[in-house]
């Protein structure tokens, strides 16, 4: 399975998702795409020698559709099978979505369906909450709202601030990624719990 990775910043989750396709495995990754050419995951995905694209969605202000289009031609060209959204903060129309319905997932950093949108591990902390965690989930036009692949649990400490626990959960989404995109591109829909 052809897989696109978009990103908008560091790529840590891109880049285990790269590495766990290294091996034995029924995907291969065929680009990484941003809509911020400063990226740091772009030059973390030339590196390991993959194509990638980059459209500044700062070029297309107000104008979102042009963005999107803009953003679906190197996407189109490669002829994904699946597309993963990883640290990608960009909200995408329902038009773009549907494009890709099915076959598009998303990590997002809580135990969803809490916490949806930003400032997730604030809000957790705030609320007292006991844990926290990442989800990926098929991506719907709804945020954060997709059928759940998989989540991972982690505890919240006394203490915490949000980049402890952001830190903590980040080990956790670069576990839970790849073996829910091992899974889900074997044709296997059942929710892993790490
Ligand atoms: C991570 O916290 C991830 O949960 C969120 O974006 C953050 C950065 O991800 N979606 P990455 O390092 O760019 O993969």
Do not use: W
Not at 159 to 178: F, N, S
């Amino acid at each position: 399975k052809r897989v696109a990775i978009l990103i908008s910043g560091g790529g840590s989750n891109m880049v285990r998702l790269v590495e766990d396709m290294a091996g034995d495995h029924p995907c291969q990754p065929v680009l990484v795409a941003s809509n911020d050419p400063d990226a740091g995951g772009l030059a973390k995905a030339a590196a390991m020698g993959l194509p990638t694209a980059a459209v500044d969605h700062r070029a297309y202000r107000g104008d979102r559709a042009g963005f999107e289009a803009a953003l679906l031609e190197p996407i189109l060209a490669v002829r994904p099978d699946i597309i993963c959204l990883a640290g990608f903060m960009r909200i995408l129309t329902p038009d773009f979505v549907e494009r890709f319905q099915g076959r598009m997932l998303n990590i997002h950093p809580s135990l969803l369906p809490k916490y949806t949108g930003l400032h997730t591990h604030a809000r957790a902390i705030e609320a007292g909450d006991a844990e926290a965690g990442a989800t990926v989930h098929l991506v719907i036009p709804d945020l954060d709202a997709g059928p759940i692949l998989g989540q991972a649990r982690v505890p919240i400490m006394p203490g915490d601030t949000a980049d402890r626990l952001a830190a903590r959960v980040l080990i956790r989404e670069h576990q839970l990624y790849p073996a829910v995109l091992r899974r889900f591109a074997s044709g296997d829909q059942t929710p892993l719990y790490l």
